[in-house]
C-alpha cells in the first residue's frame, strides 16, 4: 500500500476510490483535489477501471513542551465518504498511538496526550484508516501521515569537561594558544539559533581571550612571568541563540599554569663568605657549602660551580651537590700554617642548561669571593720520605749501621724527636735504631735464605708532646753473599750392571744452591784432588749444571766388590768460590740384557721382570698368612694376667710364674726330662721364643753323652749360642735355666718342702706387709691350717 506525506501545515487532499494509492510525492506536489482514472493491465488483459476515493485532514507540524492545561490539538482526519452520520469510525496505529496521540473515532481529530520533547524524538509516523461500523469494511485504504515536533530553546549549552587543565611557556608572545574548549547544545541546529553556541569569557582577563566561535583560548598579554604568577583559572561561557540575549548558556573552568623558562640566572644572596680549617685537615675535606640562588625550577635552576681564580686555586677545589645545588669548598692539597694563612679564592655559579632566546637579558652566572683562613694545629712530625728501602749484604756484622730515616716536627715550635723501632713488625729483635738521629743497625747476624726481607715499621715521637708521633714503613732487602756450596739436588740411587761395558751412561746428577747470585748459577764437576783418576767410572762435566756418571771398564762383579763410593767435588762460579764434595753410592747389580736391574747382593731392590703374577700372588699370601698366625699368638699371650698388676713393687717378680706346677708327679706342666736327655729334643723343631726366618739356617749341635750333669750341659750350650753368629741377643733356656747348688737363699719350691726334716717357720711374711698377708695366712697359721 502506498502511503501519502504532507508537508504543508494543512492540506485538504481528495483520494479516489482505486486500486493502488497516488505516491506520495506527487501528492505533496499537488495542494488542489486531483481525479484521475488509470486503466491497468494485468497478465489475463482484462481492463480494470481505477475508481475515485479521497482522504481529508489537517497536516501539521507540533511544538515541544506544550505547557497548556488541555491537551494540545494536533489535527483531523476526514474522507469524502463521511456523510457525518457517523457510520464511520476512524482508526489511528504508528509511533505514539493510543499513548502520545489520541483520536476521536467519530471526528477523526488528533490530539497530543503528553508534552514532547524534540531531543527525544523529533518525528512520529502514523497510518490512519476508516472503517464502516456496521459493515468493519475499510471504507478507505489505510494511509500514513508525519507528525513532525517542532523545536524551541529549551536546552542550554554544555561543555565536553566540567573542568580544563592546560599549560603555557611563560614569557609567550600575545596570542599564543593554550586550549581548545568545546560546548553542544541538544536543541535543532536546523531550525532557528536555538543551537548556535558563542563563547566568552568570564574570568581570566586581562591575561587570556577566548575566540567566540571555535572556543580557542590564547594569551592576552605578553611576557607573562611564572616567577610572579603561576596558575590562573579562567572561566569561559557558551551562550545558545548567537549570544543574543535570551538565549540559554553554560559555564567551564580552566586551570592554566605557566611553566618555567631559563629566563633568570643564578644570583649568590652574599658578595663575601669566611671559613676556617685547621691545617691538619685531610685532603677531600668539606669546608663549607655556598649556595646561589635561581628563580626558575627544573633544569632551568640547575647550577654548576667553579673556581675562577684565586690565590688557592690550586689549594682548594669546589663541587657541585646536585641534590641541594649547592657549590662545596674542599681541601685539594695539604695546608700548612707555617707556609700561608690566608687564601682567596673567585667561585662562579653559572646555569647548565640555556635558553638562546633569553641569551639577550644578561650572562646566566654570578661570582662571589670565598675567604679561607688556615689555623694552626700541633703536628706530628713529617718523614722525609713517605717509605724507605734499605738494601744490606746478609754477612753485615752484628752493631753495624745499614740506613738512616729523618723526621722533622713542622710547628713553627720545632721539637725535638725521638725514633723508636715498632716491635710488633721485629718480634725477632733483629734490628735497632738510634733515638736521636735515627740510623738503623743490626742486633743479630742476617741470613738470606732464610728471610729475603724485613719489613719493619719506624716510630717518630715529639718528645715534649708525646701525643704527636708519626709512622713510616722501612723495607729491608738482604743481599746474597755466596755463603752456600752446592750439593746434590736429592738423593741418587744409582747402581751400575755387572755386564755393563765401556762409556754407558749410569746416572746424571744436578745440583742445587740456596744462594742467588745475580749472573745466575754455574756449577762445575770434577773428581776430588785425592783421586783424581778413576779406574772405574768418569764424571763427565755436561756444561749445564749437570754432570754424567760414565762407566769406564768392561764388566762388574759383585762378589768381589758390591758398592763403589764415588766422590765428585761440586763449585760455583761466584765469589768467593764455595764448594763441596759430594759422594755417589754406586752398587753392583745383576741385569737382564735389556739392562734392567734384577737383584743386587743379597736383597732384591726391583722385581724380576719375568717374575708371573701367580707368584706374586704365593709370596702375599704366605705374607698375609705369617701375619695371621702372628696376630693370634700375641692375641694369646695377652690373655694370660699376672697375679699382682702393680709396677711399683720390685717384688712383683715372684709372681710372674703364673704357676708353681704340680710337683713331681705333674708331668703336663713341664717335663725336665729334656735336661736329663738333650738328645730327646727333635732335631727338626724351631725355636718358639723367636720367629723363624729362612734366612738362618738351624745350627745342628753335637750330641751330648748320656747323664752329663745338667750344670755342664747349659754352660756348653751357652758357650755355643755366644758363639753362634746367627743366634738371637736373647735364650731364657740357656741363662735362667739352672739355679746353681751355692746360693745362700733356700728354695721356695713346695717340691723341696715334702722331703724336710723339719717345718719351716713362715711367720716372717706378715712382716711383709698387706701385699703377702694372704701367703702369711696360709704358711704362717696354725697346724691345722696348714694342714
Known sequence: MRTYHCLTLLIWTYMFHIVDAIPLQEKANNYLPSKRTLDLTKDNGKM????????????????EEYTGTDTQYVGKLHTDQDKGDGNLKYILTGDGAGSLFVIDENTGDIHAAKKLDREEKSLYILRAKAIDRKTGRQVEPESE?????????????????????????????????????????????????????????????????????????KTALPDMSRENREQYQVVIQAKDMGGQMGGLSGTTTVNITLTDVNNNPPRFPQSTYQFNSPESVPLGTHLGRIKASDPDVGENAEVEYSIAEGDGADMFDVITDKDTQEGVITVKQNLDFETKILYTLRVDASNTHLDPRFLHLGPFKDTAVVKISVEDVDEPPVFSKVSYLIEVDEDVKEGSIIGQVTAYDPDAMNNLIKYTVDRHTDMDWIFSIHSENGSIFTLK??????????????????????????????????????????????????????????????????????????????????????????????????????????????????????????????????????????????????????????????????????????????????????????????????????????????????????????????????????????????????????????????????????????????????????SDPSAPPYDSLATYAYEGNDSIADSLSSLESLTADCNQDYDYLSDWGPRFKKLADMYGGDDSDRD
Not at 535543532?188 to 548556535?196: E, F, L, P, R, T
Not at 726481607?453 to 709512622?471: L, M
Not at 740456596?514 to 783424581?532: C, I, T
Open 145 to 217: 501521515f508525519i507528525i513532525k515536533i517542532h523545536d524551541i530553546n529549551d536546552n542550554e549549552p554544555k561543555f565536553t569537561k566540567d573542568l580544563y587543565t592546560a599549560s603555557v611557556p611563560e614569557m609567550s608572545g600575545v596570542g599564543t594558544s593554550v586550549i581548545q574548549v568545546t560546548a553542544t547544545d541538544a536543541d535543532d541546529a536546523n531550525y532557528g539559533n536555538s543551537a548556535k553556541v558563542v563563547y566568552s569569557i568570564l574570568q581570566g582577563q586581562p591575561y587570556f581571550s577566548v575566540d567566540p566561535e571555535s572556543g580557542v583560548i
Open 445 to 722: 747476624p742476617l741470613d738470606r735464605e732464610s728471610s729475603p726481607w724485613h719489613n719493619i715499621t719506624i716510630t717518630a715521637t715529639e718528645i715534649n708532646n708525646p701525643k704527636q708521633s708519626s709512622h713510616i714503613p722501612v723495607f729491608i732487602r738482604i743481599l746474597d753473599i755466596n755463603d752456600h756450596a752446592p750439593e746434590f739436588a736429592t738423593y741418587y740411587e744409582t747402581f751400575v750392571c755387572e755386564n755393563a761395558k765401556p762409556g754407558q751412561l749410569i746416572q746424571t746428577v744436578s745440583v742445587m744452591d740456596k744462594d742467588d747470585p745475580p749472573r745466575g748459577h754455574k756449577f762445575f764437576f770434577e773428581p776430588v784432588p785425592e783421586f783424581p783418576l778413576n779406574p772405574n767410572f768418569t764424571i763427565v762435566d755436561n756444561k749445564d749444571n749437570t754432570a754424567g756418571i760414565m762407566t769406564r771398564k768392561d764388566g762388574y762383579s759383585r762378589n768381589k766388590i758390591s758398592t763403589y763410593l764415588l766422590p765428585i767435588l761440586i763449585s760455583d762460579n761466584d765469589y768467593p768460590i764455595q764448594s763441596s764434595t759430594g759422594t755417589l753410592t754406586i752398587r753392583v747389580c745383576a741385569c737382564d740384557n735389556q739392562g734392567n736391574m734384577q737383584s743386587c747382593n743379597a736383597e732384591a731392590l726391583i722385581l724380576s721382570a719375568g717374575l708371573s703374577t701367580g707368584a706374586l700372588t704365593a709370596i702375599l699370601l704366605c705374607v698375609l698368612i705369617l701375619l695371621i698366625v702372628l696376630f693370634a699368638a700375641l692375641k694369646r699371650r695377652r690373655k694370660k694376667e699376672p697375679l699382682i698388676i702393680s709396677k711399683d713393687d720390685v717384688r712383683d717378680n715372684i709372681v710372674t710364674y703364673n704357676d708353681e706346677g704340680g710337683g713331681e708327679e705333674d708331668t703336663q706342666a713341664f717335663d725336665i726330662g729334656t735336661l736329663r736327655n738333650p738328645e730327646a729334643r727333635e732335631d727338626s723343631k724351631l725355636r718358639r721364643d723367636v720367629m723363624p726366618e729362612t734366612i738362618f739356617q738351624i745350627r745342628r749341635t753335637v750330641p751330648l753323652w748320656e747323664n752329663i750333669d745338667v750344670q755342664d750341659f747349659i754352660h756348653r750350650r751357652l758357650k755355643e749360642n755366644d
Open 48 to 63: 480494470l477501471r481505477r475508481s475515485k476515493r479521497g482522504w481529508m485532514w489537517n497536516q501539521f507540524f507540533l511544538l
